[in-house]
């Protein structure tokens, strides 16, 4: 997957730190209580958070990440990756394209990719891209996702004919994450169940030890 000179993407839940979810709580804060629970990697996620305070917030949740040995990757924003020293960048179909990214961040940087199958897969890794983001794998409220449910079977199916180490990402929580775990994902995003549970940090470690069960789970896909 990782090429030496880029950071490997930690497996496991991929927690996201985001401004969109329970917004009375600052960026630094949520950053903080993922990275308590033991989230060994961080997506900042910043859809109102206007410029120069997400320049700032950038800068301190990399700070944080990093001090606490975690990966922080940036959504959409390439500029305030490269700005905020921040690992890497995940583009969706509304963003700068893969080749873009990989062109300003360099080899030393982690891309992933937003694609709905493995033909999506595929193309991202021509782009450059180091994993995907595949979702909705269950429903999800927390942002409107042009693209059908996958439902873990049809997740699964990607997750076994991509070539490029699979993220699962909408509706993921407690109670399915070792469903994604066992479906063979590097990689399973959580949103709400993280941010909007009363103890974060005592979810994420409930989140990270569920991901680990379920990698022993069952394989839900036969092999090709
Ligand atoms: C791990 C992961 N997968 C998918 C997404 C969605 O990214 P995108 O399609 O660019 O949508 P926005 O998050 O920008 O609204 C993601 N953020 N992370
Ligand atoms: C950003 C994004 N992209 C696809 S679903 C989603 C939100 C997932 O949020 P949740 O984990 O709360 O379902
Ligand atoms: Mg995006």
Same mark, same amino acid.
């Given at each position: 997957?990782?090429?030496?000179?880029?950071?490997?993407?930690?497996?496991?839940?991929?927690?996201?730190?985001?401004?969109?979810?329970?917004?009375?709580?600052?960026?630094?804060?949520?950053?903080?209580?993922?990275?308590?629970?033991?989230?060994?990697?961080?997506?900042?996620?910043?859809?109102?958070?206007?410029?120069?305070?997400?320049?700032?917030?950038?800068?301190?949740?990399?700070?944080?990440?990093?001090?606490? #040995?975690?990966?922080?990757?940036?959504?959409?924003?390439?500029?305030? /990756?490269?700005? &905020? $020293? %921040? @690992?890497? =960048?995940? *583009? !969706?179909?509304?963003?700068?394209?893969?080749?873009?990214?990989?062109?300003?961040?360099?080899?030393?940087?982690?891309? #992933?990719?937003?694609?709905?199958?493995?033909?999506?897969?595929?193309? /991202?890794?021509? &782009? $450059? %891209? @180091?994993? =995907?983001? *595949? !979702?909705?794998?269950?429903?999800?409220?927390?942002?409107?996702?042009?693209?059908?449910?996958?439902?873990?079977?049809?997740?699964?199916?990607?997750?076994?004919?991509?070539?490029?180490?699979?993220?699962?990402?909408? $509706?993921?929580?407690?109670?399915?994450? !070792?469903?994604?775990?066992?479906?063979?994902?590097?990689?399973?995003?959580?949103?709400?169940?993280?941010?909007?549970?009363?103890?974060?940090?005592?979810?994420?470690?409930?989140?990270?030890?569920?991901?680990?069960? $379920?990698?022993?789970?069952?394989?839900?896909?036969?092999?090709?």
């Amino acid at each position: 997957m990782n090429l030496p000179d880029r950071p490997p993407l930690p497996r496991g839940p991929y927690l996201l730190c985001d401004d969109t979810v329970r917004p009375e709580l600052p960026l630094a804060e949520k950053a903080a209580r993922l990275l308590a629970g033991g989230a060994r990697v961080i997506q900042l996620r910043m859809k109102h958070t206007p410029p120069r305070e997400a320049l700032a917030a950038a800068r301190e949740v990399v700070a944080a990440c990093h001090k606490a #040995g975690a990966v922080c990757l940036l959504n959409d924003r390439v500029d305030l /990756a490269l700005l &905020a $020293g %921040a @690992d890497g =960048v995940h *583009v !969706g179909d509304e963003d700068l394209p893969p080749e873009a990214a990989r062109e300003l961040l360099g080899p030393r940087k982690v891309v #992933g990719v937003t694609v709905r199958n493995a033909a999506g897969a595929r193309a /991202a890794k021509e &782009a $450059g %891209a @180091d994993y =995907v983001g *595949v !979702g909705p794998v269950f429903g999800t409220t927390t942002k409107q996702v042009p693209a059908p449910v996958l439902g873990v079977e049809g997740f699964a199916v990607v997750v076994r004919d991509s070539p490029l180490p699979v993220v699962g990402i909408g $509706g993921v929580g407690l109670a399915n994450i !070792g469903q994604v775990a066992a479906a063979g994902a590097h990689g399973a995003a959580v949103v709400s169940d993280a941010l909007l549970a009363e103890d974060i940090a005592e979810r994420v470690r409930r989140l990270l030890a569920a991901f680990d069960s $379920g990698v022993n789970g069952a394989s839900l896909v036969s092999a090709p």
